[in-house]
């Protein structure tokens, strides 16, 4: 689902090469601003496309930055916004219509939750931390899809080093008791 202003969103099925084409010229140009919920995820499924997004938003991350008491789509829609969003297990996802509907209010609300918190967030002198935040969301999304490898030696020998330490933890506690009540 895409919105290209508030109150206007719409559903595109993007079943067609031309469909992807045309999808992935939009999500590519940094010129073009793009704002999901959960950038990370968003930027992970495009990358299984073959697409790499440009010039990301993400409003989780800023109500993060704000430290609003919820980073949940649907509650922070109601909290900032007043709107009460459709739940995900409500949808019946055998209607297109249906789904349409709800994709189509998601991308609208990111979108209008965007423009909100970026005010906040501009007015509150935290627009730097997130713009330097924002700019790991990718970072992140290339180590999920990659994963991370590390050196087992120095972490099993840590695990050993932690084994010994409890024991001898465990060992002064009981002899500590064991004493302590006769």
């Given at each position: 689902?895409?919105?290209?202003?508030?109150?206007?969103?719409?559903?595109?099925?993007?079943?067609?090469?031309?469909?992807?084409?045309?999808?992935?010229?939009?999500?590519?140009?940094?010129?073009?601003?793009?704002?999901?919920?959960?950038?990370?995820?968003?930027?992970?499924?495009?990358?299984?496309?073959?697409?790499?997004?440009?010039?990301?938003?993400?409003?989780?991350?800023?109500?993060?930055?704000?430290?609003?008491?919820?980073?949940h789509l649907k509650r922070l829609?109601?909290?900032?916004?007043?709107?009460?969003?459709?739940?995900?297990?409500?949808?019946?996802?055998?209607?297109?219509?249906?789904?349409?509907?709800?994709?189509?209010?998601?991308?609208?609300?990111?979108?209008?939750?965007?423009?909100?918190?970026?005010?906040?967030?501009?007015?509150?002198?935290?627009?730097?931390?997130?713009?330097?935040?924002?700019?790991?969301?990718?970072?992140?999304?290339?180590?999920?899809?990659?994963?991370?490898?590390?050196?087992?030696?120095?972490?099993?020998?840590?695990?050993?080093?932690?084994?010994?330490?409890?024991?001898?933890?465990?060992?002064?506690?009981?002899?500590?008791?064991?004493?302590?009540?006769?």
């Amino acid at each position: 689902s895409l919105a290209v202003k508030e109150g206007e969103a719409g559903y595109v099925p993007f079943t067609r090469p031309d469909d992807i084409e045309f999808l992935r010229g939009l999500l590519q140009d940094p010129r073009i601003e793009k704002v999901a919920h959960n950038a990370v995820f968003e930027y992970i499924i495009a990358r299984g496309c073959g697409i790499t997004i440009h010039n990301l938003h993400c409003t989780k991350l800023m109500a993060a930055v704000l430290r609003t008491s919820s980073t949940h789509l649907k509650r922070l829609t109601w909290q900032e916004l007043g709107v009460e969003q459709t739940r995900y297990e409500d949808v019946d996802w055998t209607d297109l219509a249906a789904v349409v509907q709800y994709g189509s209010a998601d991308s609208d609300l990111a979108l209008r939750l965007f423009h909100r918190l970026r005010a906040s967030l501009v007015e509150e002198g935290l627009w730097e931390l997130y713009e330097m935040e924002r700019a790991l969301l990718p970072v992140l999304a290339e180590m999920t899809i990659r994963g991370i490898q590390f050196d087992r030696v120095p972490v099993d020998a840590l695990g050993e080093r932690l084994k010994v330490q409890a024991i001898e933890v465990e060992a002064g506690i009981r002899a500590h008791f064991q004493l302590g009540g006769e």
